[in-house]
């Protein structure tokens, strides 16, 4: 059991361009977490997911997030047409409901768009 | 909608003596579980101490310990004989059963040798 991990760990793009970014949560959790976090502020909620279903997108999120977990394992997390303000880190947790109360945590892949 | 709040933004404290890092939280929910949660610089997320909110118990681990008031919703954190590792964003968070996990902003903890 080697952790939540996220790929890559920095990404630095261009305004415009689509990203994508990659986790990998604790083998056999069955829920996964993405949060966004900037710099000196709380993680803030995006989405998550039981097994392969999304259960819950944060309203703060516009259209150009997605996130897909197709196979109940690992996950992506997509910015199309990235903006300034999309800088941050995005972090990845992942729990065994029913099992664990908390989650697990990656350590986080950041983004700055320039 | 459920909210947690933690109204220190910074807190200094000299090594080996106890801090108290504040956390107030609104739900209309029974069932709920509290967590604080500690990220140091650069470094991933871990959690500290974890609550369940049908135990009247407060949580011990180790050097740190809960201070939890359910009918005032608070769930304050004391770190005992605090350590130069102890450096770092503090985040109260909570969760409904089967409900995603929400933070507050952090307390970020200075420890003075």
């Known amino acids: 059991d080697t952790g939540v991990s996220q790929n890559p760990r920095h990404k630095i793009t261009k305004r415009g361009q689509n990203v994508t970014f990659r986790c990998d949560p604790i083998s056999e959790h069955n829920r996964l977490y993405w949060y966004r976090q900037t710099l000196g502020q709380g993680p803030e909620f995006l989405t998550y997911?039981?097994?392969?279903?999304?259960?819950?997108k944060s309203r703060l999120l516009s259209d150009r997030f997605s996130a897909e977990r197709p196979k109940g394992s690992f996950s992506t997390l997509e910015i199309q047409r990235t903006e300034q303000g999309d800088s941050a880190m995005y972090l990845c947790?992942?729990?065994?409901?029913?099992?664990?109360?908390?989650?697990?945590f990656g350590q986080g892949t950041r983004l700055t768009v320039v | 909608a459920q909210t947690v709040t933690q109204s220190q933004p910074e807190m200094s404290v000299q090594e080996a003596e106890t801090v108290t890092l504040s956390c107030t939280y609104d739900t209309s929910e029974s069932d709920y579980y509290l967590f604080w949660y500690k990220q140091p610089p650069s470094r991933q997320m871990i959690l500290v101490i974890r609550q369940e909110a049908y135990k009247q118990q407060n949580a011990t681990e180790n050097r740190f310990s809960v201070n939890f008031q359910k009918a005032a919703k608070s769930f304050s954190l004391k770190i005992s004989d605090s350590q130069l590792g102890d450096a770092a964003m503090y985040f109260c968070a909570y969760r409904s059963w089967g409900d995603k996990i929400i933070f507050g902003k952090g307390t970020r903890l200075h420890i003075l040798p």
């Open positions: 947790a992942s729990s065994q409901e029913g099992q664990h109360t908390e989650a697990f």
């Open positions: 997911f039981q097994n392969e279903a999304q259960l819950e």
